[in-house]
């Protein structure tokens, strides 16, 4: 149901005026799907987002196919995608975890990449089957070799407020990291909640703690799961800090393979529908969106898990 003039803009003080949208709902919102998507499927997914006006992306992983069996794809994926998007001014970012993840990717002309650390040991020997600094070590030469080619690179940093294995995560624990893959060339971070434990007042101290060590903000992107409901206030405290980048999955879809307790990412028509309220240009038709995320709750058989979602199209679904 949309109601004409809704949400009211009420701009507040202080708050950026244009937030990037980082959309990960092809690859954090995919990757963890029971069913098999068609390679086809996901493509159209991509292209209606772009049609929406999200102009990044992530379309996929350059990772083991066993790992990660959904994105088993990637070869046929990526090359479909920038066909499909060739006309729109739209990024396509996609993760690599190693040399051979970064071969595939750039053999298909990826122009931006990510490598994924972890603020943990428990976690980085769970996804990478690696110990933490054995993972920075595997990204060096990553990182490297893509900025020798221009490649723009991102480094996720998981777990950057709870473990599942290992419980609260010491900020300065995850300070260490974040400085490590910003030495070894990252051009941005995206802090990770992987299994949404975070709140508004942690979310202050870690930004703070980062910025005290002349970390630019503008460098700082978060990626809120939204598993005990905290992800909105979460992106607000962020925003007050400073943080332009937020990284959201269309519908709420989402989750990691590798972390049990990680649900849906922040829904990106939750975050619009907020920044809306709030006068924050995003460049995303709202209308748009939430009809490719009904298109998509089609496609996977259940209904979206994004509140917006519901409210805006109860009468379609
Ligand atoms: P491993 O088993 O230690 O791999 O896995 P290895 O280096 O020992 O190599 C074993 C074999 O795999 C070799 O083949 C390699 O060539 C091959 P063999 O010689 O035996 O025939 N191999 C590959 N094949 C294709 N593509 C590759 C690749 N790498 C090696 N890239 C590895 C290590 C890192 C590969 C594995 O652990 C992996 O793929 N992990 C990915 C896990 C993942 O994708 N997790 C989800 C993304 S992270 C996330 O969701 C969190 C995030 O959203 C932020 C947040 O919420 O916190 C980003
Ligand atoms: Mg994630």
């Known amino acids: 149901m949309t109601v004409q003039g809704l949400p009211m803009t009420v701009p507040a003080a202080d708050l950026p005026a244009r937030v990037r949208i980082h959309e990960v709902g092809a690859r954090d919102g995919l990757q963890n799907e029971k069913s098999t998507v068609p390679t086809e499927v996901k493509a159209e997914f991509v292209r209606r987002l772009a049609d929406a006006g999200l102009t990044t992306i992530e379309a996929t992983s350059f990772v083991h196919p066993k790992w990660v069996p959904q994105l088993a794809d990637a070869e046929q994926l990526f090359p479909l995608v920038s066909e499909l998007v060739s006309d729109l001014p739209v990024a396509l970012p996609v993760l690599v975890p190693n040399e051979r993840g970064l071969d595939r990717a750039l053999a ?11 603020a943990t040991e428990s976690f980085a020997k769970a996804n990478l089957n690696r110990t933490l600094d054995e993972a920075l070590a595997m990204f060096e ?31 300065p624990q995850v300070v260490r990291v974040c400085k490590a893959l910003l030495d070894m060339g990252c051009d941005e ?33 978060v990626h809120f799961h939204d598993t005990y409901g905290q992800a909105l206030s979460n992106t607000f ?23 049990k307790s990680a649900t849906g990412n922040l829904a990106t028509e939750d975050l619009v529908w907020m920044l809306r309220g709030l006068g924050i240009d995003t460049g995303v038709d709202l209308g748009r969106l939430v009809a490719t995320s009904v298109w998509m709750a089609d496609r996977l058989g259940r209904p979206s898990p994004s509140r917006t979602v519901r409210a805006l199209s109860h009468q379609e679904q």
């Open 141 to 171: 030469p990553v990182v490297a070799r893509a900025k020798a080619e221009d490649v723009h690179v991102r480094g996720y940093l998981s777990m950057c407020f709870g473990d599942p294995w290992e419980g609260a995560v010491p900020v």
């Open 189 to 221: 971070l995206s802090l990770g909640d992987t299994i949404g434990v975070a709140t508004p007042g942690h979310v202050r101290a870690l930004l703070t703690a980062l910025t005290e060590q002349d970390i630019p903000v503008g460098t700082l992107g």
């Open 237 to 259: 405290a962020a925003l007050q800090h400073g943080v332009t980048t937020v990284d959201a999955s269309a519908g709420g879809l989402g989750g990691c393979p590798y972390a």
């Open 108 to 118: 298909l002309g990826a122009n931006r990449v990510a490598v994924f650390a972890s």
